[in-house]
């Protein structure tokens, strides 16, 4: 599975969209990428997913670039509860196994 | 419908002994994975299995062992317990066309003293 990229932390402000970067710029073309959070000691939640169209849930949207090397997350409505490590992954095949990363340390400000 | 159901939720083991983390699924999900998540570190994958009589080693195998009999059920046992297996465990299932994504239980918290 494709490595992924994501910054270590980053602050948003309660009720703003919070944008979150992913590149994963070797993914190759049967490659999805999957995005989950894990809040505090919970286990991790699966969030969206997407080959190569943007994707749009309950939870959040996901768009990828044409070229798929970076994928953003957005939460559009950040609230204090979104406060989570956001992971981004690659995975070869929709139901195959995941390889985590470092994720992304996100804060939720009042 | 339950989920991904752990048990026990702490444990803790003295160096040497061997004991059974359970994990039990109602979904009928064909793949289960273990993780295994060190303080402030990510998951890391340890055993896997896409439906039952098959499992595959993960990242870090050593140490462990699982076995799939049925689909329900993804039990992950310690041979013999060693202080730097001290982490928080997670069991999760997916179904094979993953679009639902993988569900994660709530983690067995052990300490090996």
């Known amino acids: 599975d494709a490595k992924t990229t994501q910054p270590t932390s980053m602050d948003c402000a309660e009720g703003r969209a919070a944008n979150l970067p992913c590149n994963h710029s070797t993914i190759s073309g049967n490659e999805y990428v999957y995005w989950y959070r894990q809040i505090h000691s919970q286990g991790p939640q699966y969030i969206i997913h997407g080959l190569k169209n943007n994707e749009t849930n309950e939870m959040a949207s996901l768009i990828i670039t044409e070229d798929r090397k970076s994928s953003t997350l957005i939460l559009p409505h950040a609230t204090l509860r979104d406060t989570a490590v956001y992971y981004c992954i690659a995975s070869r095949a929709a139901g195959n196994k995941l390889t985590f990363g470092g994720g992304t340390r996100v804060l939720v400000k009042p | 419908n339950a989920g991904v159901t752990q048990t026990p939720k702490f444990q803790v083991l003295k160096t040497g002994q061997s004991m059974t983390l359970q994990c039990a699924q109602d979904?009928?999900?064909?793949?289960m994975s273990w993780y295994r998540q060190d303080p402030g570190m990510g998951l890391r994958l340890i055993h896997y299995?896409?439906?039952?009589?098959?499992?595959d080693q993960g990242e870090v195998p050593n140490g462990y062992n699982v076995s799939r009999s049925t689909t329900e059920d993804f039990p992950l046992r310690l041979l013999s317990a060693a202080p730097s297996q001290t982490s928080v465990y997670f069991c999760?299932?997916?179904?094979?066309?993953?679009?639902?994504?993988?569900?994660f239980g709530s983690g067995t918290r052990l300490t090996v003293v």
């Open positions: 999760a299932s997916s179904e094979r066309t993953g679009n639902y994504g993988y569900t």
């Open positions: 299995s896409v439906g039952a009589g098959i499992t």
């Open positions: 979904m009928n999900h064909e793949y």
